[in-house]
C-alpha cells in the first residue's frame, strides 16, 4: 500500500452492499496493494478478493462503530481489479495498517510489512508522519477527531446527531397488483364475438387453442392500457356563441390553425384534363387523381412532390390504389391497365372491359371491377389470376363501395336497390330496397355497422347493415351525388356544387350540416385521407384539399400503417402482408362464422362415412387382454395385423359377393334354353 494512514478500529461491520459510497472517509489515495493487515478477528465470510489496484486516496479512519448497512461509495478511482467480494460479516478488530513513506509512486514496503503475521504493529516512520500531515501539523484529508503524528485516537469520525437515518420498512402495498380495467374500454381491442368454440377433443389442440386466447387476451389488455399514452387527440371545431360551425370558412380555419395545418388546404388547378376521380393510400401518404380525359397523376401530397404524370391518351372512368404506393390500377375505355409508380405500364387486361368502378380490397390481394355490362370481376393481385367473375343482371354498374369489416362489395343499380357480393357466392348475399329511384351513391362507415345510400328521389338514408333497416332519412335540395365516411363518423355528401359534412349521423341525421364548402366547380369524386383531418374533392377544374377538423384518426398502428416507412420496410412489409393473405372464399357478412364448427353437418358426413365403408374407421378398437407366456420375448412374438375384426368383416363381404356372382354364372351356363313357342299355342287348352 503506497499511502494509507491510520485505521484505527472497525467494529461489528454487519453487511456490506453495493458500497458505493461511505460518509466521512477523508481522502483515498493510492492505495495499490494491502499490506500488513496486523489482526482480524472473527471474519465470517469473504470469497474471492483478488487484487485491489488504484483505490484513490483513504487517509485516518479515526474510528466506525456498528454500521449496519453501507451504501454507495461515491468517488472510487481506478479500481483495476475487484473480483467477487461476496459477504463479509462481523469483522471485529483491524488493528494498524502500515504507513509507508510519501516518497515515490510505487508501493514501498518495510521489514515491518512484511511481519503481518507476528501480531505486532507496525510503526511507520515518524519523518514520513510528519511528511504527510503537511500544514496544520495533521495528515491531509485526516478526520477532524485525529491525532496529530498518527497516533490512535478515540473520538468518533462523525458526530452521533449528523449519523444518516435509515430507510424506514415499508408495509404492504395496500393496492396489489395492475389497475383494474373497465371490460367496456377492454372489449374495444377484442377481436371476435363473445361465443365459446365447443370442446375440442384432442388434449393438444385444447392446450393450442387456450394459449391463443390467452394471448389474444394479453394483447387487446396491452392495448387497452396503452391507449393513456397515444400522443395525439382528435381535433375539433368551437364556434363562437351565437355562431353555428357551418358558416365557419375554409379561410377562418386556415388562420386559426398551425402552419403545417394549414399547408394541408390547398388547390390544384387542373382546368384541362377534368373531371378528376381521386385516391389515397391506406396510410394516406400519397394521392392519385385520374381525369376523365386521360390525365394521371401520383404525388406526395405532404411535401407536394410529385412522383408521376402521364396521359392514357383516352377516357378514364375510375383510378386506384393497389396494396402499396408502388402499383396503381387504371380503368381506361377500353379495358383495365396496371401501372407502377413511375408510370410504366406492367399489364394491359383484356378480359376486363369497359370497367366503370375499381375497388381494391387490402386484406385480400382482390382487385374489384364493375363494367357497364353487369358484370362484377375479382383479380387476385398476387398470382396475376380472375378469381370470380359474377353476372348481377342488373344493367350498368356505376356505384360500388366495399364494406371495411367484412370486404363485402354493395353495388347500386338502377331499380333503387343495392345488392352485397362475396367472390364465393355467384348470387348476392343480400339484396336491400333503398331508394324509389336509381341509386347515385353509397357510403359504409369504418366499423362496418351503418350504410348511406342516395338516390334519384333527393333523399339521405342511413340504414343499419345488422338489420337492414332504415334509421333516418334526410331529404336533399339538390340530392346527394357522391358520400364518404371518415375514419370517426364524419359523412361527406357533394349536393349540387356544395359539399355538405354532417356530424353523428348514427343518432340523427341532423337538418344542419356540421361544415359547407364550395369548390370552384361541382365534385366529381369526394375522399377522407386516413389518419389526417382532410377531405378531398375531386372537380372539372383538378382538386381541392378541404381541412375538416376531426375527421381523422389521430394515431395509427406504425406496423399496419406507416407514412414513414423506408423502401426495405415496405418491401418486408409486403413479404408479411402476402403471408397473411384471406384467401377469397372466407369472404362472409359474419367474418365471425369462420370460428365456428357446424357440429350437426360434420355429424352428418360421419355417418355417411360409416354407411359406404361398413365400419366406422375411426372406432377404438375393443380391449382385449394378451395372454403372455412367461419367458416369452416380444421380439420372438407374431405381429398382430392392425382392424382385425373389420378386415374380417370386409373379407367375409368380399366372398359373398363372389359366391353370389359364381352362382349367377352357373345358373346362366346350366340352364336349358327355353322352347320357342308357336303364334297358335296360346289357344291349346
Known sequence: MTRAAHVTRVVHVARVVHVARVVHVARVVHVARVVHVTRVVHVTRVVHVTRVVHVA??????????VARVVHVARVVHVAWVVHVTRVVHVVRVVHVTRPHRKGRGLRRTPHSMAASSGSVARPPLAAGARARGRGGAAPGAAPGAAPGGAR???????????RPRARAQGPDPFPGPAPLPRARLKRFLRGGDEKAPRAQAPRLRWCLKRSAQGEEAAATRAARTELLLPEEPGFLEPDPGQHSSTITQGDIVEAVDIASAAKHFELRLEQFGPYRLDYTSDGRHLLLGGRRGHVAALDWHTKELRCEFNVMEPLNDVVWLHSEALLAVAQRRWLHVYDSRGLELSALKRFPRVQRLRFLRYHFLLAAAN????????????????AALSTRAGRLAVMEQNPATAVLHLGHGNGTVSLWSPSVPEPLVRVLCHRGAVRALAIDASGTYMASAGLDRKLRLFDLRTYKALHELVLPLGA??????????LAASCGDVVQIYKEV??????????CHRPPRPPSALRFCPFEDVLGAGHAQGFTSILVPGAGEPNLDALENNPYRSRRQRQEWEVKALLEKIPAELLTLDPSLLGRTDTATLQQKQDERIQRLGFDPQAKA????RRRVKGSSGLHRKKKVAHEEQR?????????REQERKRMEEKKMGAPPTPKRGALERFKR
Not at 375393443?622 to 387382454?625: D, S, V
Request: aromatic fraction near 8%.
Open 648 to 656: 374380417a368383416v370386409i373379407q367375409k363381404s368380399v366372398e359373398q
Open 57 to 66: 486516496r483513504v487517509v485516518h479512519v479515526a474510528r466506525v462503530v456498528h
Open 481 to 490: 351525388a357522391h358520400l364518404d365516411f371518415s375514419q370517426r363518423g364524419l
Open 153 to 163: 485516537s478515540r473520538s468518533r469520525s462523525r458526530p452521533r446527531g449528523s449519523e
Open 372 to 387: 357497364a355490362q353487369g358484370f362484377l370481376q375479382y383479380l387476385d393481385i398476387s398470382v396475376g389470376k380472375e378469381v
Open 506 to 515: 348514427a343518432k340523427e341525421l341532423p337538418t344542419q350540416p356540421y361544415l
Open 622 to 625: 375393443k380391449f382385449k387382454p
